[in-house]
C-alpha cells in the first residue's frame, strides 16, 4: 500500500527528473539555449537601455543613481545562485543525478562574479554617495562574508581529484554553509548595529524607488535571471562534455592496457 | 568513546605540537599586536577583546588539520570507522580532545595575556568566560573542516579557506559579548548566540563531520 503510493508519487516528478538524464539534458538545453540567449540579450538591452537613457535624473543623486540596473540584480543574483547551488546539492545527495552536482558547480562561478559585480558597483555608486568605497555596513559585510563562501566552495570543488568525492563533500559545504551565511547575515546585522546606532547606509530601495525607476529594474532583473539560466546551460554542458571525455579518456586508456 | 579520548590526548601531549604551539602562537599574536598599533594603553584597551579573540581564533586554526590527517595516514581512521562506536561519536570525541589541547588552554591563558593588552579591570573574567563557551564552537566547526580535507595531500591552506568564513559568526558574538561586559553593558544577547551557535554546533556538526569522513574513506 505504502509502496504503490510512493510509487505514484515518483511517477509523478518523473517529467522533472527526465531531464537529469545527461542525453536528455543535453539535447533538451541545447535545443533551449539559443532560445534563452535570445531572449537574454532583448530584457537586458530593453531592461539597461530603457534605465540608463529614459529615466529622469534623480534629485539628490544625479546620474549616478542610474548604476541600480546593475546592482541590484546582480545582488539579487548572488544570493539566489547560492540557494540555487544548496538546492542542486541536495538532489545530488538525495537522488545521484550527476547533472545535478554538475550544475551546482557551473553556478559557483557565475555566482562569484555575480557577488563581485554587486560589491564593485556598490562601491562606485558609494564613492560619490556616501564618500567612501567601503563602510563596513551590515549589508556590505555580509555580502564579502557571501563572497568568501563561494570561494571556499570553489576551492574545495578544485581541490578534490575524483569528481564524485568532489560532489558529495562541496554539497555537504554548501548544506553547512548555508546555515553559516544565514548566521553570519544576522551576526553581522546585530554586530553593526551595536555599535553604530542609527548610522545606517543602505537605502531600502523597493520603497523608496518610484515607478519611473521600478519598471525598467523589473526587466533588467529578469534579464540577469535569463543571463544567469543561459550562463548555466552553458556551463553545465561543458562540464557534461568534460566528464565524457574523462570517460572516453579512461576507456582508451584501459582498451591500451 | 573515552579511550579514543585518552589515546587522542595523550597522543597530542606527547608527539608534542598541539598542546604548546597554540598557546605560543596565541602570546606572539598578543605580543605583536601592540608593536603595530602603539603602546597607548587605552587604544589597546579598547581593542583587546577583538584582537584576543581573533587570536584565539587563528591559534585555533593551526592546529585543525591534525584532528584527522595522522589517523588518516597511518590507516586508524579505517580501523574508527569499522569499529562499533559510529562515526558521529568518534568525531565528537575528536573535537573534544582538541579542545582540551587547544580552546581551553587558549581560555585559561586569554585573561593572563589580556593584561599584556593592558585590559581594563574586570575584563579577564569576562574574556574568560566569552572563551569558555565560545571555543568548543570553534573545535567542532574546525573538526568538520579537516573532514572535508582530510584526504587531500596540502589540505592546510584549503582548510583555513573552508573554516574561516564559518568561525565568521562566533567571532562576530563572542567579541561582542566580551566586549560589551567589559565596557559595563547587557552582554546577555550575544552570550546568549555564542552558546546557541556551539550547542547547535555540537549537537549538528558530528553528523555533517561524519558523512564527510565516510566519502573520504570511501
Same mark, same amino acid.
Given at each position: ?17 527526465? *531531464?537529469?538524464n545527461?542525453?536528455k ?23 539597461? #537601455? *530603457? ?10 543623486f544625479g546620474?549616478s ?15 539566489? #545562485? ?7 546539492? /541536495? ?10 552536482? @554538475? ?17 564593485l ?24 562574508v ?5 570561494? %571556499? ?10 569528481p +564524485? ?7 555537504? /559545504? ?28 543602505? @537605502? ?20 540577469? &535571471? @535569463? ?20 570517460a ?7 582498451? +591500451?592496457? | 568513546?573515552?579511550?579514543?579520548? #585518552?589515546?587522542? $590526548? ?10 604548546g ?7 606572539? &599574536?598578543? &605580543?605583536?599586536?601592540?608593536? %603595530?598599533?602603539g603602546?597607548e ?23 585543525l +588539520? ?6 588518516f ?27 582540551l ?20 579591570a574586570?575584563?579577564? *573574567?569576562?574574556?574568560?568566560v ?28 584549503? $582548510?583555513?579557506? /573552508? ?13 561582542e ?37 565516510r566519502?573520504?574513506?570511501?
Amino acid at each position: 500500500m505504502d509502496n504503490v503510493r510512493t510509487k505514484q508519487a515518483r511517477d509523478g516528478w518523473n517529467w522533472l527528473w527526465a *531531464w537529469a538524464n545527461p542525453v536528455k539534458f543535453m539535447a533538451l538545453s541545447g535545443k533551449a539555449l539559443p532560445w534563452v540567449i535570445g531572449l537574454t540579450i532583448l530584457t537586458l538591452a530593453v531592461g539597461l #537601455i *530603457w534605465g540608463f537613457f529614459f529615466t529622469p535624473e534623480a534629485v539628490n543623486f544625479g546620474s549616478s543613481v542610474k548604476i541600480i540596473y546593475v546592482h541590484v540584480p546582480s545582488a539579487m543574483m548572488a544570493i539566489n #545562485i547560492w540557494v540555487m547551488m544548496l538546492v542542486a546539492s /541536495l538532489i545530488w545527495l538525495i537522488r545521484r543525478h550527476h547533472v545535478s552536482a @554538475l550544475a551546482a558547480k557551473a553556478a559557483a562561478l557565475v555566482g562569484v562574479v555575480m557577488t563581485i559585480i554587486a560589491l564593485l558597483t556598490g562601491a562606485i555608486w558609494g564613492e560619490p554617495m556616501w564618500g567612501t568605497y567601503w563602510a563596513w555596513d551590515p549589508r556590505l559585510t555580509s555580502f564579502l562574508v557571501l563572497f568568501l563562501f563561494y570561494l %571556499g566552495y570553489m576551492a574545495l570543488w578544485a581541490a578534490i581529484e575524483d569528481p +564524485d568525492t568532489a560532489a558529495d563533500l562541496t554539497s555537504v /559545504l554548501a548544506i553547512v554553509g548555508s546555515v553559516f551565511a544565514l548566521l553570519s547575515r544576522y551576526a553581522v546585522n546585530f554586530w553593526n548595529q551595536g555599535l553604530h546606532q542609527g548610522a545606517s547606509l543602505s @537605502l531600502d530601495k523597493e520603497e523608496n524607488v518610484s515607478d519611473v525607476y521600478w519598471q525598467p529594474l523589473v526587466i533588467c532583473l529578469t534579464g540577469f &535571471v @535569463l543571463l544567469f539560466i543561459a550562463l548555466l546551460l552553458v556551463r553545465t554542458r561543458t562540464e557534461v562534455r568534460k566528464r565524457r571525455i574523462h570517460a572516453l579518456e579512461m576507456r582508451e586508456r584501459m582498451s +591500451d592496457a | 568513546m573515552i579511550a579514543l579520548l #585518552i589515546r587522542d $590526548l595523550r597522543l597530542s601531549v606527547r608527539a608534542g605540537g598541539g598542546f604548546g604551539l597554540g598557546l605560543a602562537f596565541f602570546l606572539i &599574536v598578543t &605580543v605583536l599586536v601592540p608593536f %603595530g598599533v602603539g603602546p597607548e594603553a587605552e587604544i589597546l584597551g579598547r581593542i583587546a577583546p577583538g584582537i584576543l579573540w581573533v587570536g584565539a581564533l587563528l591559534a585555533c586554526l593551526l592546529s585543525l +588539520d591534525r584532528i584527522f590527517q595522522l589517523d588518516f595516514e597511518d590507516g586508524s581512521l579505517d580501523l574508527l570507522a569499522t569499529a562499533p562506536l559510529p562515526m558521529e561519536g568518534a568525531v565528537v570525541m575528536k573535537a573534544v580532545a582538541h579542545w582540551l589541547v587547544t580552546g581551553l588552554p587558549l581560555t585559561l591563558a586569554a585573561p593572563v595575556f589580556g593584561g599584556l593588552m593592558s585590559m581594563p579591570a574586570g575584563g579577564a *573574567w569576562w574574556m574568560f568566560v566569552t572563551l569558555l563557551i565560545g571555543t568548543p564552537a570553534l573545535s567542532m566547526i574546525g573538526a568538520f573542516g579537516a573532514a572535508l580535507t582530510v584526504g587531500l595531500k596540502r589540505g592546510g591552506l584549503l $582548510l583555513s579557506l /573552508l573554516v574561516l568564513p564559518l568561525y565568521v559568526p562566533t567571532l562576530i558574538f563572542g567579541a561582542e559579548a566580551a566586549a560589551r561586559g567589559i565596557g559595563g553593558f547587557d552582554a546577555s544577547t550575544p552570550l546568549l548566540m555564542v552558546a546557541g551557535i556551539t550547542a547547535g554546533s555540537i549537537a549538528l556538526l558530528p553528523f555533517a563531520a561524519a558523512a564527510a569522513l565516510r566519502i573520504n574513506l570511501r
